[in-house]
T-cell receptor, first 114, second 117 residues
């Protein structure tokens, strides 16, 4: 089955700096890659996603890049703010071509220092 | 629109007891998922329903876990008997009916935090 690895496990940045979280996946059939933000004790919230037909997607301070050849994708947060502090999870699925349930990475705890 | 609802939010039981969790997906969402999230880890799929049929239950420990989705709407997940290692947050998620080549976004409920003593 699919395996998703996520790095780093913890990341501390100064407010205003950029943060990058990287994930690799094992199954080349995966074609949908969402990122979720989870604050302590709360539900995972989708912040951005990318499908295999594009290489990059941006939404204000958040961007995701996908390299299908290398089977890795990354989350980029620019101009970080204290409210960005949370655990971020990457995930992968095969969408309509097969297994639609998400396989999650192990999470990255991001701390933005004021 | 209303989100995915789950109850109870918290449950504490002793090992070997049974417990049940309830999920009400977003109205009109055909696909429902149950995930288990152990502290410090990412969610792991337990079972996926499409309407009232099971699509994937390959990771469900069937000797103790069961789930049903009667009438293709609400779902219940049951653990009987519970073990210490079942302590986790149980998340329910739903997504709209698959159409064409679009992959459905999954919306998560607040989860049920289970503690097994």
């Amino acid at each position: 089955g699919e395996n998703v690895e996520q790095h780093p496990s913890t990341l501390s940045v100064q407010e205003g700096d950029s943060a990058v979280i990287k994930c690799t996946y094992s199954d080349s059939a995966s074609n949908y890659f969402p990122w979720y933000k989870q604050e302590l004790g709360k539900r995972p919230q989708l912040i951005i996603d990318i499908r295999s037909n594009v290489g990059e997607k941006k939404d204000q301070r958040i961007a995701v890049t996908l390299n299908k050849t290398a089977k890795h994708f990354s989350l980029h947060i620019t101009e970080t703010q204290p409210e960005d502090s949370a655990v971020y999870f990457c995930a992968a699925s095969m969408g309509d071509t097969g297994r639609r349930a998400l396989t999650f990475g192990s999470g990255t705890r991001l701390q933005v220092q004021p | 629109e209303a989100g995915v609802a789950q109850s109870p939010r918290y449950k504490i039981i002793e090992k070997r007891q049974s417990v049940a969790f309830w999920c009400n997906p977003i109205s009109g969402h055909a696909t429902l998922y149950w995930y288990q999230q152990i502290l410090g880890q990412g969610p792991k799929l337990l079972i996926q329903f499409q309407n009232n049929g099971v699509v994937d239950d390959s990771q469900l420990p069937k000797d103790r876990f069961s789930a049903e989705r009667l009438k293709g709407v609400d779902s219940t997940l049951k653990i009987q008997p519970a073990k210490l290692e079942d302590s986790a947050v149980y998340l329910c998620a739903s997504s709209p009916q698959f159409v064409g080549l679009a992959v459905d976004t999954q919306y998560f409920g607040p989860g049920t935090r289970l503690t097994v003593l």
